[in-house]
């Protein structure tokens, strides 16, 4: 690559609006919110909780909001398309609160309607195992959604909170897409054909995903990665191609997941049955010991995220498709689920 083809794409990134469709990092480690501003990032979906009771949800979201003014020159919170553009007009880091997992509401589904209200946008469906939703994509047998499954989609559907299905059982998956009158989204997952793991999804997953308006964020974690641990960002660029191949460029984004400055003890909790028992039946200690969180080589942090226009031009992926993938794909999807 040239230097002039270089800076054309790092002046692409710039201008384009660039979202995550999932971090996970570690909230209170001040450098998180200094890499996602260094690496431009527009708006990121961020977890606030994955195996958290209600309570405890409402004591992360509480933080949150002094976040919110701790970090106030900073960081945005997001709760429209038009605080996303907002973000990037002022050059923040836009903030789109968002769960992992249905655990918070509990068996109350009027707790979807509080969410709301206090700026919760995405929630996904289940998280590894079985809730009163449905079931996981690491659990024993997956018997599909519940009643209270079908019926929390429907008020998620009314509410305009986006449905996230990326670590959702398979049949579970295709039963929410098919039971959902909106897109839904994979925030973070490849797919199996590329590389056959559990958390990733089925092709006939992700063209459903797709023909209904949805978006899929390619996973950057190298663990779901065919090329594993070793992987580079070029490795990471071909899960993107592979996704773009099966669903098209219009439903394709980006979800690394990133876990920054994440202590052991978070590994721990993930990989805990329904957050508490570990190591889960679905965790192999060996090899998540020695494997860790990994991201590809060039991609580790939000701060490299502008490698990634990089790469993508490289590729051959033209100017338009390239903003779809780095953002634009998201904000459609947004603004149909949000401000619809």
């Known amino acids: 690559m040239t230097a002039s083809h270089e800076e054309t794409a790092r002046k692409l990134y710039q201008e384009a609006v660039i979202i995550d469709g999932l971090n996970v990092s570690n909230w209170d480690s001040p ?48 709760k429209s398309v038009e605080d996303i553009l907002q973000a990037k007009r002022d050059n923040k880091v836009g903030v789109i609160l968002g769960f992992q997992n249905a655990t918070p509401i509990e068996n109350d589904l009027d707790r979807l309607a509080l969410f709301h209200a206090l700026g919760v946008r995405i929630i996904q469906l289940t998280f590894h195992e079985r809730n009163l939703l449905g079931s996981g994509c690491y659990e024993r047998r997956d018997d599909g959604l519940s009643h209270f499954g079908v019926d929390a989609i429907e008020d998620m559907n009314r509410l305009g909170i986006l449905i996230d299905l990326s670590h959702v059982g398979v049949r579970s998956t295709m039963e929410a ?87 052991e003890s978070f590994g721990r909790y993930i990989g805990s049955q329904q957050g508490t028992k570990f190591p889960a039946k679905f965790v192999d200690l060996s090899r998540s010991q020695r494997d860790g969180l990994r991201y590809p080589l060039g991609l580790e942090s939000p701060d490299e995220m502008p490698n990634l226009a990089v790469a993508l031009m490289d590729r051959g992926y033209s100017s338009a498709d390239i903003e779809k993938i780095l953002g634009g794909n998201w904000l459609r999807l947004f603004r149909e689920i949000w401000d619809d």
């Open 31 to 78: 450098a998180v919110f200094e890499s996602l501003h260094a690496g431009g990032v527009t708006a990121f979906n961020a977890t606030v909780a994955t195996l958290e009771n209600y309570t405890q949800t409402l004591d992360h979201i509480a933080a949150w909001l002094v976040r919110f003014r701790t970090y106030e020159e900073t960081l945005l919170q997001i």
């Open 177 to 263: 897409i098919e039971a959902s009158d909106r897109p839904v989204a994979i925030t973070h997952a490849n797919a199996k054909s590329y590389y056959d793991v559990p958390r990733n999804k089925t092709e006939d997953a992700l063209k459903l995903a797709a023909e209904r308006g949805g978006v899929i964020g390619a996973t950057a974690i190298t663990a779901f990665l065919r090329t594993g641990f070793d992987s580079i960002l070029a490795d990471y660029i071909d899960a993107i191609d592979d996704m773009v191949s099966i669903v098209g460029i219009d439903h394709v984004g980006i979800g690394t997941d990133f876990t920054q400055d994440q202590p």
